[in-house]
């Protein structure tokens, strides 16, 4: 029962990070037709639809407007709208896989934020499985040997945002509703895009692209709603292990629909990236199966110990 439990969270988590993934590959599709920051805000819109299965029994659809922390909530909105429009934009501009592995330095600035702002301890496996990622990322780009532009710059700063959206998930602690943190990354993109793009939005014109733009925002919303769902019936550390397939699907979206073939140091950066993530994870399980095993041992002791009566 409890190993079922388990892999239900992991196959929802699975099928988040397909939703994310091909919702990034429908804004690539959108690249010279509209502007990132209309695709972005297209986000908000089309994640409205997910409200009705995102709201618990005992929650008003008000909580969306109503947070318990509003600098929290605030905060989430920005780094939403920030990390929205950022990656829309990196991965126009950039093959994808390329720009997911920036993206994944995401967990380096959430273990830097974690020491400076939140003051927690950080083991040393977590601090050499950042760097070698850092390092996978730097095999990627090799700075000072091609060129880098905008669209490096936007993966970057979306990794930045979506690291302070982490860190803001954590200090608004574990009582605020799901709809107050779902609605903080409806509203981030529909107020933030939704201003930058008044200067250069047009009404998009064909069914191909009302597509694209419903499938990205739709597939987005729906992979908060798997996460939220994964996150409730596995440990952080399973859930966050299939994160790591979306580097495949990036590959086969790289290969077989934009024609972006990679190149061999490009590859090992990529498969570097992915190891650290990997070693990240087999730390957390580790992690894991030991204060399991040592509430195990626990739980015998006092089995063993005689009973006193009054």
């Known amino acids: 029962m409890k190993m079922g439990f388990l892999s239900s969270g992991m196959v929802l988590a699975f099928a988040a990070f397909s939703s994310f993934s091909i919702s990034d590959a429908f804004s690539k599709l ?30 008003s659809y008000l909580d969306i407007f109503s947070p318990q922390k509003p600098g929290m909530w605030l905060v989430r909105a920005i780094a939403t709208f920030t990390a929205t429009a950022a990656s829309v934009e990196a991965f126009m501009l950039l093959p994808m896989p390329e720009a997911l592995s920036l993206m994944f330095l995401m967990p380096l600035f959430v273990t830097i934020l974690s020491v400076t702002l939140l003051h927690e301890k950080v083991s040393a496996w977590a601090w050499v ?64 895009d939704g201003l930058l793009m008044l200067a250069h939005a047009h009404w998009p014109h064909g069914l191909q692209t009302w597509f694209f733009l419903f499938g990205y925002g739709f597939l987005a919303a729906l992979g908060q709603l798997l996460m939220m769902v994964a996150t409730a019936r596995a440990p952080a550390n399973r859930v ?41 994870w087999i730390r957390q399980r580790v992690r894991y199966e030991h204060l399991a095993l040592q509430e195990r041992r626990a739980a015998r002791r006092r089995l063993r110990e005689p009973q006193t009566s009054p």
Not at 143 to 154: E, V
């Open 129 to 192: 499985s950042v760097i070698v990622g850092f390092i996978g990322v730097l095999i990627v780009l090799r700075p000072g040997m091609r060129a880098l532009h905008l669209g490096h710059l936007c993966a970057l700063i979306a990794a930045v945002a979506n690291a302070v959206g982490v860190i803001a998930y954590r200090l608004a602690g574990n009582d605020t509703p799901r709809l107050s943190l779902f609605g903080s990354s409806l509203f981030g993109p529909l107020v933030g």
């Open 240 to 280: 966050a292990l299939p994160q790591y397939s979306q580097m495949l699907w990036a590959v086969g979206f790289s290969y077989f629909l934009f024609h972006q073939a990679l190149d061999g140091w490009t590859f090992i950066g990529i498969v570097v990236v992915t190891f650290s993530g990997m070693l990240n």
């Open 30 to 59: 959108l690249a010279g037709q509209l502007d990132p920051f209309e695709v972005a805000f297209s986000g908000g819109i089309f994640g409205f639809l997910i409200i009705p299965f995102i709201r618990r029994d005992n929650e």
